[in-house]
């Protein structure tokens, strides 16, 4: 029997009917949507989330469910041991408002620590163990989200992440193949070994994975709050782990962390308003570029090839200036509402040329390292018109490696998202990435775009993971919608990606025919067509003309989940 039954059943809520898909409601528009959708990586956290609804739970809270289990069935993505960002709408006080629970940089942070003898980086410290890891940020969201925002006490909301943590749920591919291609460096960690080596050998498509020590966290964290995790036991099991393996943590940085709730980035594309990330992340400011850079044209009127050019040139630019000018705003002066200017942008379009790529060796500026790859999205809507678009990450495929012994906790190695190695000046002077080098306490430039986007018509939520292709897919998004496109078309829909340097246009098979890449090549285009795919972008829909629910995840990543649960009147419980 399904546990929404249960819970029916036990008299606590009876006015949910799960339905799959899409679903048409009979009752008047416009006010609040016929029930909740949720769209995740993981079918199990896309049901937690559902579970929290069920319980009587709003989108806040159905957020706190779907990222615990996240963190507990996606190892390979995000964790708590990782970070995010919360993009909520809150529809009873119409303010959206962005919660930044970004890793901070730990005190024992200096330049000379990711740098070897010859003063080059040393991509071990950066990417593994100790040193990689930033102090976490994830299970102070999921506190603030449930105080501040949800209805439903964390030890409701994390019942089900807990559950799974205890009894274990089946490997998948994803997890098997990623494993296999860290475990060179995860086998160096007791705490990790403890875990995915409990049977003795590493982890199999089918086998279950149990994690008790997490399941005892995420309990602390539910009965304790923030101190279950920050301060006593965990905490001191953390310190202690990265101490062991040659790293440096304190206490008080730990009990220090705070999130940050942000004012969002707000644009307009055409019919759409857009609700996105604002720094540390780079995201939502890239997309403003690009967006109103590409507000010059009707893209829909040009030719496949013409519309690739113009959207591309649009990357080049924004992807130049995220390098530049981008990081924490608690450290540097981003320069916003110039980047982020009708004007920056028409200039910006103006230097396009209308059939000739720039290289883009001609626009100053020093590359530095993009953002790797993982990292995960869900989105979600509530009957009370609440929204949330979450990103959350450890960083590359299973952080850092390390799992502090006794705490489950797998660290993030989000260090690795700074520019370790400081710049040079460019032409004009400007230090190459300073914006984003590391200092104690500072969040590092992240990609992670958690959007909105709202039309007379419609309601979405999206965002994916990829690093520094995240941008570009939330852009590829917003403009399949823009053409009308539906959630699952818009998921499936094939990718392609520019970003400065490498100076090369990126495609998924069938993301341009061969025609537009003969015209794309013959305007000084380099395309590497047909790479392999990218991305696992999830979203949910609200259409308020008709008041349907829909979503879309991503066929990429086979295991992810689209859900919509329909309010609907069900007989009353017998008394
Ligand atoms: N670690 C990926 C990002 O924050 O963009």
């Not at 809270?61 to 995000?78: G, K, N, Q, R």
């Not at 970004?102 to 071990?124: C, F, H, M, Q, W």
């Not at 410290?125 to 940020?137: H, K, L, Q, T, V």
């Amino acid at each position: 029997m399904r546990r929404w039954w249960l819970v029916a059943g036990r008299g606590l809520l009876a006015l949910w009917l799960a339905v799959p898909a899409a679903f048409a409601a009979e009752v008047s528009p416009q006010q609040h949507p016929a029930g909740a959708a949720i769209a995740s990586a993981h079918a199990l956290a896309t049901e937690a989330g559902l579970d929290a609804i069920r319980a009587g739970g709003n989108a806040f809270d159905a957020a706190v469910a779907t990222s615990a289990m996240l963190s507990v069935v996606e190892p390979i993505s995000s964790g708590i041991g990782g970070g995010g960002f919360f993009l909520l709408h809150d529809a009873k006080a119409n303010r959206d408002v962005f919660i930044d629970a970004r890793e901070t940089a730990p005190e024992s942070t200096t330049p000379d620590v990711y740098l070897d003898k010859d003063g080059a980086l040393d991509p071990d410290r950066a990417e593994n163990g100790p040193w990689s890891a930033g102090i976490p940020g994830l299970p102070a969201a999921l506190v603030h989200l449930a105080a501040k925002y949800g209805k439903l006490p964390l030890k409701t909301t994390l019942a089900p992440a807990i559950r799974v943590a205890r009894e274990g749920f089946p490997i998948y591919e994803r997890l098997a193949v990623g494993y296999a291609s860290r475990s060179k460096v995860m086998e160096r960690y007791r705490g990790t070994r403890e875990v995915f080596l409990a049977d003795g050998d590493a982890p199999k498509v089918g086998e279950t994975l149990k994690q008790p020590d997490l399941a005892r966290t995420l309990e602390l964290l539910a009965e304790r709050g923030f101190d279950g995790f920050y301060r006593g036991e965990v905490a001191k099991k953390l310190l202690a782990g990265v101490k062991q393996e040659g790293g440096k943590w304190r206490a008080d940085e730990l009990a220090g962390y705070r999130v940050r709730e942000r004012e969002p980035l707000r644009l307009k594309y055409r019919d759409w308003d857009i609700t996105t990330s604002p720094p540390p992340s780079s995201g939502g400011v890239a997309l403003a570029q690009i967006l109103q850079i590409l507000s010059g044209w009707d893209l829909q009127k040009l030719d496949a090839p013409q519309r690739t050019h113009l959207v591309v040139e649009a990357m080049r630019r924004a992807y130049r200036d995220r390098t530049i000018y981008l990081g924490d705003p608690d450290f540097v002066e981003v320069p916003l509402v110039r980047l982020t200017s009708r004007d920056y942008a028409a200039g910006l379009r103006a230097s396009i040329h209308p059939d000739k790529a720039t290289p883009s060796a001609l626009l100053s500026g020093q590359p530095a390292p993009l953002e790797d790859e993982e990292t995960t999205h869900f989105s979600i809507i509530d009957a009370e018109g609440n929204r949330v678009a979450a990103t959350q990450t450890v960083n590359l495929l299973y952080g850092s490696g390390m799992i502090a012994p006794g705490t489950g906790v797998l660290l993030n190695d989000e260090m690795d998202d700074f520019a370790l190695k400081p710049g040079t000046p460019n032409a004009f002077g400007v230090m190459g990435f300073e914006a984003n080098a590391p200092k104690p306490g500072k969040r590092m430039l992240s990609s992670m775009t958690p959007s909105f986007i709202e039309s007379p018509d419609k309601a979405i939520v999206l965002g994916a993971p990829g690093g520094s292709r995240i941008i570009t897919q939330v852009l590829l998004g917003i403009l399949a919608f823009d053409a009308g496109m539906d959630p699952q078309a818009v998921v499936a829909l094939p990718r392609y990606h520019h970003q400065w340097f490498p100076d090369a246009i990126s495609a998924e098979p069938g993301a341009l025919d061969a025609a537009t890449v003969q015209a794309l090549q013959a305007m000084g285009h380099t395309v590497n067509a047909g790479e392999p795919t990218w991305g696992n972008l999830q979203t949910v829909q609200w259409d308020k003309r008709t008041n349907t629910l829909s979503g879309g995840s991503d066929p990429r990543k086979p295991g992810g989940r689209a859900d919509v649960l329909l309010k609907a009147v069900l007989p009353a419980p017998s008394p």
